[in-house]
Structures are given as structure tokens and as C-alpha cells.
């Protein structure tokens, strides 16, 4: 009569955990849908400065040149330009959702550290 409670057992046991698993496998996760482009806007910044134009924008400080250069299809965007004391020049955005990408360059010709800012969102 032993074996035949536990041969039940093991039966119950092997049930529950099959129902556990398969409960799990149905779970889908809610995606928010939010990628992260981090590093695309840094890859977009780094390429400007790679064909030798985002330096001596950013030290003349013309922060529109450098939003008018960056492609982000599907994307909003505008750049700030910031020097080491936080100070910083162009646009700034209430949105919710906004992705920002940073880029330091030490400066166009003599060292003038700035970190340049592009904030994208949808």
C-alpha cells in the first residue's frame, strides 16, 4: 500500500510542476517599447568628429550647425553645448522620454574641454 501513495505522490507532484511551468511559458512581458538610441546619438556625435566638423563647431559654440548635421529618422533632436562648469548653450525640451547621448571632446586647437549634448525623444 506504500508504493501506491507514493506512485500518487510523485503523479500530484509531476502535475504541479508541469502547471507551473506551463503558466510561466504563457507569460508574455509588457514591452514598453522604448529602445535605447544612447548609443546611436553617441555613434552620430563620434562620426562628426571622426570627418573633423563637430570640433571646431562645438568651440565656436554653434550648437544649430551641429543639430542640422545629425540625421535621427524617427526621432526629435537638438543639441546643447556645455563647458566644464555646467554651463551650456542651445535648446532644452520639457518632454517626458528623452534620451540624451554626451560626447567630450578636449577642444578645437587648445585645451577647452566641452561636452556636447544631443537629446533626443519621439
Not at 507532484?13 to 502547471?19: E, K, N, Q
Not at 553645448?81 to 551650456?88: A, D, K, Y
Amino acid at each position: 500500500m506504500k508504493g501506491v501513495w507514493r506512485m500518487v505522490e510523485s503523479v500530484i507532484a509531476v502535475i504541479i510542476v508541469m502547471s507551473f511551468l506551463m503558466a510561466a511559458g504563457s507569460v508574455q512581458f509588457a514591452r514598453t517599447g522604448a529602445e535605447d538610441v544612447t548609443p546611436v546619438g553617441y555613434e552620430k556625435l563620434r562620426d562628426l568628429d571622426v570627418r573633423g566638423e563637430l570640433r571646431p563647431l562645438a568651440s565656436a559654440g554653434d550648437y544649430g550647425a551641429i543639430n542640422s548635421m545629425l540625421e535621427m529618422p524617427g526621432y526629435s533632436h537638438f543639441v546643447q553645448i556645455c563647458n566644464p562648469g555646467g554651463e551650456c548653450s542651445g535648446n532644452y525640451t520639457e518632454y517626458k522620454n528623452v534620451v540624451v547621448s554626451m560626447y567630450i571632446i578636449a577642444g578645437h586647437g587648445s585645451y577647452d574641454p566641452l561636452e556636447i549634448r544631443l537629446y533626443m525623444w519621439r
